[in-house]
């Protein structure tokens, strides 16, 4: 059997957080019969039978970067009648919302993106993001954003028919709950018995444990009054002590058996370089009319599996055939899921073409594979002029990494000058090498070796803690949102050509702490 990267299923009607290991944030899910369907970051699609194994199935990046709407953040899915809708903002400059529509959600194809305009403001100057479609009971559609404000929407949900109002006041964030601010976000919503439930985020998703929150607000008509839950927040991280940090931007699910869950992100404490991870829950419903998370669920022990779900093949292979590209997401630049014409999948491997003169303005490739603690080992050929390596990357000043070039190994950590000193380097008289990097307690270290087998360290390693969002690397790196430390490979040189004969990611301790 083909190992894969983590999987929650503990294989005894358990699963243990996360969903998915990685920088996998703002999920939007639905179901549909027995299938769950659901978007996160890079408009990749993913499928389930049983909320807690994934399998990706496409991307639509292709698509929406010729419309200028390349790099979508906290989407939205949505289906009436027999049309499917995704909602999204996208273009880091232009924070353009667009809309797709298909009659298959599992084969496509997508309507090209609808370009509904640029994101609204309030009179506070807040901007209006993060789109939920929702209808009334007269199958009217409406558009909810940030801050509680609302766009009534065409019949066919492509255009706006009106500017939008603010139904409900923020939610009272208590002051013993340290946040960046207020930020109302994330709505998404759900119709039972009588009323409209809607969720929202609120804290800030990128700041202090405690940040990140769940609150709930219910209403008869979608135009309010709404009303607060009395049981906010629904999910909340009270103590930087806790595992699970800044906990927030949630979407309801129900399963075919009635059962409830909620799916949001997450920081995992100690690994903020790993991402906002997929985190899921179980809610119940109370006499009064309200959900909650029960008072026995606790995040990081193990929950009790969905009834009656059936499994599909989890995430991505951990040692991945080079003779192609895979899965959705499964190889990423840094900047996109596309894989650029200077990476090229063949018989004996993976070709790269080199660029720039350090891994920062390499341009490396990715892996889509996270780990509390993991070893990453590949197996190189270089021609002259041409280095490559292994790497552990989150932005292009944020990144670690061990390469061969022209008879000599180096490594690499973030803009450090000395690392380029020969005293640092270790000469090879091969152009064939084998690298690893060994992941463990925020630590990456660096290897070589002719065979595989018997390994070297140079005693040249990067510490990886900062590597991560919560130390600003969105605001010096704005062209993605994908800010999680991946292993990946890369080439660098002013000539020839660099191959990848082997690639493989060896799991050190499967469980999170």
């Given at each position: 059997?083909?190992?894969r990267?983590?999987c929650?299923d503990q294989?005894?009607?358990t699963?243990?957080?996360?969903?998915l290991?990685?920088?996998?944030?703002?999920p939007?899910?639905?179901?549909?019969?027995?299938?769950y369907?659901?978007?996160?970051g890079?408009?990749?699609?993913?499928?389930?039978?049983?909320?807690?194994n994934?399998?990706?199935m496409?991307?639509?990046?292709?698509?929406?970067?010729?419309?200028?709407?390349?790099?979508p953040?906290?989407?939205d899915?949505?289906k009436?009648?027999?049309?499917?809708y995704?909602?999204?903002?996208?273009n880091?400059?232009?924070?353009l919302?667009?809309?797709?529509?298909?009659?298959?959600?599992?084969n496509?194809?997508?309507?090209?993106?609808?370009?509904m305009?640029?994101a609204?403001?309030?009179?506070?100057?807040?901007?209006?993001?993060?789109p939920?479609m929702?209808?009334?009971?007269?199958?009217?559609?409406?558009l909810f954003?940030?801050?509680?404000?609302?766009?009534p929407?065409?019949?066919?949900?492509?255009?706006?028919?009106?500017d939008?109002?603010?139904?409900a006041?923020?939610?009272?964030?208590?002051?013993?709950h340290?946040?960046?601010?207020?930020?109302?976000?994330?709505?998404?919503?759900t119709?039972?018995?009588?009323?409209?439930?809607?969720?929202?985020?609120?804290?800030?998703?990128?700041?202090?444990?405690?940040?990140?929150g769940v609150?709930a607000?219910r209403?008869?008509?979608i135009m309010?009054p709404?009303?607060?839950?009395p049981?906010?927040p629904?999910?909340?991280?009270?103590s930087?002590?806790?595992?699970?940090?800044?906990?927030?931007?949630?979407?309801?699910?129900d399963?075919p058996?009635g059962?409830?869950?909620?799916?949001y992100?997450?920081?995992l404490?100690d690994y903020?370089?790993?991402?906002r991870?997929?985190?899921?829950e179980?809610?119940?419903?109370?006499?009064?009319?309200w959900f909650?998370?029960?008072?026995?669920v606790k995040?990081?022990a193990?929950l009790?599996?969905p009834?009656?779900?059936?499994?599909?093949?989890h995430?991505y292979?951990l040692?991945?055939d080079?003779?192609?590209s895979?899965l959705?997401?499964?190889?990423?630049t840094?900047?996109?899921?596309e894989?650029?014409?200077?990476?090229?999948?063949?018989?004996?491997?993976l070709?790269?073409?080199p660029?720039?003169?350090e891994?920062?303005?390499?341009?490396?490739?990715?892996y889509?594979?996270?780990?509390?603690?993991?070893?990453?080992?590949?197996?190189?050929?270089?021609s002259e002029?041409?280095?490559?390596g292994l790497?552990?990357f989150s932005?292009?000043?944020?990144?670690?990494?061990?390469?061969?070039?022209?008879?000599?190994?180096?490594c690499?950590d973030?803009?450090?000058?000395?690392?380029?000193?020969r005293?640092?380097?270790?000469?090879?008289?091969?152009d064939?090498?084998?690298?690893?990097?060994?992941y463990?307690?925020n630590?990456?270290?660096?290897w070589?070796?002719e065979?595989?087998?018997?390994?070297t360290?140079?005693?040249?390693?990067a510490?990886?803690?900062?590597?991560?969002a919560?130390?600003?690397l969105l605001?010096?790196f704005?062209?993605?949102?994908?800010i999680?430390l991946?292993?990946?490979?890369?080439?660098y040189?002013?000539?020839g050509?660099?191959?990848?004969?082997?690639?493989?990611?060896i799991p050190?301790?499967?469980?999170v702490?």
């Amino acid at each position: 059997m083909t190992l894969r990267t983590r999987c929650a299923d503990q294989g005894n009607g358990t699963y243990v957080n996360p969903i998915l290991f990685g920088h996998y944030s703002d999920p939007t899910i639905l179901r549909d019969g027995e299938d769950y369907y659901m978007i996160l970051g890079e408009a990749v699609f993913w499928h389930s039978q049983d909320l807690v194994n994934w399998e990706p199935m496409y991307s639509l990046y292709d698509q929406l970067k010729k419309y200028d709407v390349q790099h979508p953040w906290a989407p939205d899915l949505a289906k009436h009648g027999d049309t499917y809708y995704y909602y999204a903002f996208a273009n880091s400059k232009k924070h353009l919302l667009f809309v797709c529509t298909t009659k298959d959600i599992k084969n496509g194809p997508w309507s090209d993106p609808v370009i509904m305009g640029s994101a609204g403001f309030t009179e506070e100057g807040d901007e209006l993001i993060d789109p939920a479609m929702t209808f009334d009971l007269n199958g009217k559609p409406y558009l909810f954003m940030s801050k509680n404000c609302v766009y009534p929407l065409s019949d066919d949900g492509l255009s706006y028919t009106g500017d939008f109002i603010q139904v409900a006041d923020d939610p009272p964030v208590p002051d013993t709950h340290e946040i960046e601010g207020i930020y109302t976000e994330g709505p998404k919503l759900t119709y039972r018995n009588g009323y409209y439930y809607l969720m929202v985020a609120a804290g800030g998703t990128i700041g202090p444990a405690t940040a990140h929150g769940v609150y709930a607000y219910r209403a008869k008509d979608i135009m309010g009054p709404w009303e607060l839950s009395p049981y906010n927040p629904i999910v909340h991280t009270e103590s930087n002590k806790e595992t699970w940090w800044t906990k927030g931007h949630a979407s309801f699910i129900d399963t075919p058996e009635g059962e409830w869950y909620i799916l949001y992100h997450g920081v995992l404490k100690d690994y903020l370089e790993q991402g906002r991870m997929l985190l899921m829950e179980p809610i119940e419903w109370t006499e009064d009319g309200w959900f909650r998370v029960p008072a026995w669920v606790k995040t990081d022990a193990p929950l009790p599996m969905p009834k009656h779900g059936k499994k599909v093949e989890h995430g991505y292979p951990l040692c991945p055939d080079l003779t192609n590209s895979g899965l959705a997401d499964q190889w990423s630049t840094p900047l996109s899921v596309e894989i650029t014409d200077r990476f090229s999948f063949k018989n004996d491997g993976l070709h790269m073409t080199p660029q720039g003169d350090e891994l920062n303005n390499s341009e490396p490739l990715l892996y889509s594979a996270g780990y509390i603690s993991y070893e990453v080992e590949a197996e190189f050929k270089v021609s002259e002029g041409a280095g490559a390596g292994l790497t552990l990357f989150s932005a292009p000043h944020a990144c670690c990494g061990i390469a061969l070039k022209d008879g000599f190994i180096r490594c690499f950590d973030q803009d450090k000058p000395l690392l380029k000193k020969r005293f640092n380097l270790r000469e090879w008289n091969s152009d064939t090498i084998f690298l690893k990097i060994k992941y463990v307690g925020n630590v990456a270290s660096h290897w070589y070796s002719e065979d595989g087998i018997n390994w070297t360290k140079l005693n040249i390693c990067a510490y990886v803690a900062p590597y991560c969002a919560q130390a600003g690397l969105l605001s010096t790196f704005t062209e993605v949102q994908k800010i999680w430390l991946r292993p990946g490979v890369f080439s660098y040189g002013d000539k020839g050509e660099a191959v990848v004969k082997s690639f493989k990611v060896i799991p050190l301790d499967e469980g999170v702490k």
